[in-house]
């Protein structure tokens, strides 16, 4: 799978129940009202990919627009902790707008990545965007009915080197919907770089878990805009921040409600 270069409107079909160790690296480039698509086939379990800590995440897209991912069970767990270890990471970098990244109901565990704040932190979903050459971003990045479970440092997050005021270039139409995270190390979720993103209808049950310094149960940080709304943070284990919401650094117009 890994060697095939997709076109718009393809699918990839794991059989139910069947199991792949290594990485899920795809290539290639969806369009408008074609998206290429990761899916499951057939009755049973999720399909599950297993990096076994040998890769820095177990699915990579990496400016790759117009991709949607459904239905897979993904785990990254090495022989012990180690810095930039993911479950899903999408990278927008030196390429402009990445559009229609639609990430749905998988299942993301056992992800020992590192638990001490900073870059190397380790986190279940990860969007990145950034590069020297060409200010990116996302637009229209859905993440929806994920279940992560004993994901280290943090759950779902963005990273931004676009954030600051004078190379303010945020992702747009960011979607965090109807997800669940339980025994998260760090950060729950967390929005960096957006503008008007929409955090709703999670539930981040006992995070703050593992890690020795600053976290938060569902926090933006460099965005404008963030609606967060009908979300449920509970049994949070705080050393030094420790909240359930807060709105951070360089954000504007923060709304929290129900």
Known sequence: VNLVVFAAGDKILFKAGSRFQG?????????????????RYGDGNL???????????ALLLRNQEYWEVNHLELTNKGWFQWRYRYGVRL???DYGTVHHVHLKDLYIHDVNGWVRKGRAEGQGIVWENGGAREPSRFDDLLIEGCHLLRTDRNGICGYSENS????????????????LLEDIGGDGIKPWGCDGALVENNRVHR?????????AGIWPWSCDHTV???????????TRDGQ???????????????
Do not use: M
């Open 244 to 258: 359930a919401f807060d709105s951070d650094g360089n954000c504007h117009h923060t709304v929290f409600q129900y």
């Open 207 to 215: 995070a703050g878990q593992r890690c020795p310094d600053y976290s």
């Open 91 to 93: 990278v927008a970098w």
């Open 23 to 39: 990485q899920l690296r795809p290539h290639g480039f969806g369009r408008e009202g074609a998206p290429i698509a990761i899916d």
């Open 228 to 238: 967060i709304q009908f979300n449920e943070v509970s049994h949070f284990k705080g």
């Open 164 to 179: 600051s005021r004078n190379n303010w270039f945020p992702s747009l139409h960011v979607v965090i919907r109807n997800n």
């Open 47 to 57: 399909p599950l990919i297993e990096a076994e800590g040998s890769y820095h995440e």
